[in-house]
């Protein structure tokens, strides 16, 4: 195959959340005895949407959002590439459904990527991948994710997590932002940290997986439910994260202090501190950006990206980090050539 000419790069990034807002206050007036204040030092989640919406009504509003912004012919978009945990059904992929909401070509490749808090960056890679190729011209990445296995009466994982999507255009031409090289990984042997254990091949669901369980700290979750060992995921991402972005500094001949700005998967407020602090990356260029959002899995770079996007200039480095479930880890360089149209 013919590799084609021309730096594959980012069009242009829109997002789309629910309605629905849950404040740190709503949550204590549910909760009752329960610490707006102390979630907030710790998470630094304020605000979270959540809605009743489907995966694929979220990744199409964010599309249309998308090409209604940028003036996007739709009939150009050859590929869809659709980054979820939550999708639709287990079949058949929520890609396809969104390629029919979003009314694109027939001749249009799409398919999901199962993956989350590094799904963003492992979706560029792909993205990079099929432009790079040939086999894709103009390529709509979108990630998107909802809070459906979180169970309700579970405070630890509802103060963090939101809902939302987000859609990336990508091509050679027109771009705002050059994507480089990336570092990959992935640890197996840390899944059940981070999982939901039942629904799959593997444990199906059953009256027993939907048996609440309630914990030490009062939480109440079902092997139905996301379960999160918190310190397990503070470790890896101590581990991890510097390690994947010295590599791939290292990858695109970048040092740390040619990075103007530093976007790395919004986890929490503890975990992103931490590590700034640990590499010591001054505030200034380090990304905090969850208050409002919350965790929204793989959409919090493309969010936080666009939400920064009128400070960058031409030339400028922004480091891109995702790490987390799986586990598994992406980081990548982009350099920035202009403003979105």
Same mark, same amino acid.
């Given at each position: 195959?013919?590799?084609?000419?021309?730096?594959?790069?980012? @069009?242009?990034?829109?997002?789309?959340?629910? *309605?629905?807002?849950? $404040?740190?206050?709503?949550?204590?007036? @549910?909760?009752?005895?329960?610490?707006?204040?102390?979630?907030?030092?710790?998470?630094?989640?304020?605000?979270? %949407?959540?809605?009743?919406?489907?995966?694929?009504?979220?990744?199409? *509003?964010?599309?249309?959002?998308?090409?209604?912004?940028?003036?996007?012919?739709?009939?150009?978009?050859?590929?869809?590439?659709?980054?979820?945990?939550?999708?639709? %059904?287990?079949?058949?992929?929520?890609?396809? !459904?969104v390629? =029919?909401? #979003?009314?694109?070509?027939?001749?249009?490749?799409?398919?999901?990527?199962?993956?989350?808090?590094?799904g963003?960056? %492992?979706?560029? $890679?792909? &993205?990079? &991948?099929?432009?790079?190729?040939?086999?894709?011209?103009?390529?709509? #990445?979108?990630?998107?994710?909802?809070?459906a296995?979180?169970? +309700?009466?579970?405070?630890?994982?509802?103060?963090?997590?939101?809902?939302? *999507?987000?859609?990336?255009?990508?091509?050679?031409?027109? !771009?705002?932002?050059?994507?480089?090289?990336?570092?990959?990984? /992935?640890?197996?042997?840390? %899944?059940?940290?981070?999982?939901?254990?039942?629904g799959?091949?593997?444990?199906?669901? $059953?009256?027993?997986t939907?048996?609440?369980?309630? =914990?030490?700290?009062?939480?109440?979750?079902?092997?139905?439910?996301?379960?999160?060992?918190?310190?397990?995921i503070?470790?890896?991402?101590?581990?991890t994260?510097?390690? /994947?972005?010295?590599?791939?500094?290292?990858?695109?001949?970048?040092?740390?202090?040619?990075? /103007?700005?530093?976007i790395?998967?919004?986890?929490?407020?503890?975990?992103? @501190?931490?590590?700034?602090?640990?590499?010591?990356?001054? +505030?200034?260029?380090?990304?905090?950006?969850?208050?409002?959002?919350?965790?929204?899995?793989?959409? /919090?770079?493309?969010?936080?990206l666009?939400?920064?996007?009128?400070?960058?200039?031409?030339?400028?480095? !922004?480091?891109?980090?995702?790490?987390?479930?799986?586990?598994s880890w992406?980081?990548?360089?982009?350099?920035?050539?202009?403003?979105?149209?």
């Amino acid at each position: 195959m013919n590799v084609i000419e021309g730096a594959p790069g980012i @069009e242009a990034v829109e997002y789309w959340h629910p *309605a629905q807002g849950a $404040s740190n206050d709503d949550l204590a007036r @549910e909760f009752g005895d329960w610490d707006a204040r102390k979630a907030y030092r710790v998470t630094g989640v304020r605000n979270r %949407y959540v809605g009743n919406d489907r995966l694929s009504d979220m990744a199409a *509003a964010a599309a249309e959002k998308l090409f209604q912004a940028h003036s996007v012919d739709r009939s150009t978009v050859d590929f869809l590439v659709l980054v979820t945990q939550t999708g639709d %059904y287990l079949m058949p992929a929520t890609a396809c !459904i969104v390629q =029919d909401k #979003l009314r694109l070509p027939h001749t249009c490749g799409a398919f999901d990527v199962n993956l989350g808090c590094s799904g963003y960056v %492992y979706g560029l $890679s792909i &993205a990079k &991948a099929l432009l790079t190729s040939g086999a894709a011209k103009r390529l709509l #990445l979108i990630t998107g994710e909802k809070v459906a296995h979180i169970n +309700k009466n579970d405070r630890s994982s509802r103060v963090l997590f939101g809902e939302a *999507a987000a859609a990336t255009l990508l091509s050679r031409e027109n !771009i705002v932002a050059e994507i480089g090289g990336f570092d990959l990984g /992935t640890d197996g042997a840390g %899944y059940k940290n981070l999982i939901v254990e039942a629904g799959g091949t593997a444990l199906p669901h $059953s009256e027993e997986t939907a048996r609440g369980i309630v =914990d030490e700290a009062g939480n109440v979750r079902s092997r139905d439910n996301l379960f999160m060992d918190g310190m397990e995921i503070f470790n890896f991402s101590m581990r991890t994260g510097p390690a /994947t972005i010295r590599a791939a500094l290292e990858k695109n001949g970048v040092s740390q202090d040619q990075v /103007t700005l530093f976007i790395l998967h919004q986890a929490n407020k503890m975990i992103l @501190e931490t590590l700034r602090a640990r590499m010591n990356i001054p +505030k200034e260029r380090f990304c905090i950006d969850l208050e409002e959002m919350g965790n929204t899995s793989s959409c /919090t770079i493309p969010i936080a990206l666009r939400n920064n996007m009128e400070k960058l200039g031409g030339g400028d480095k !922004i480091l891109l980090c995702g790490f987390g479930i799986g586990y598994s880890w992406a980081s990548t360089v982009l350099t920035w050539r202009g403003k979105q149209k």
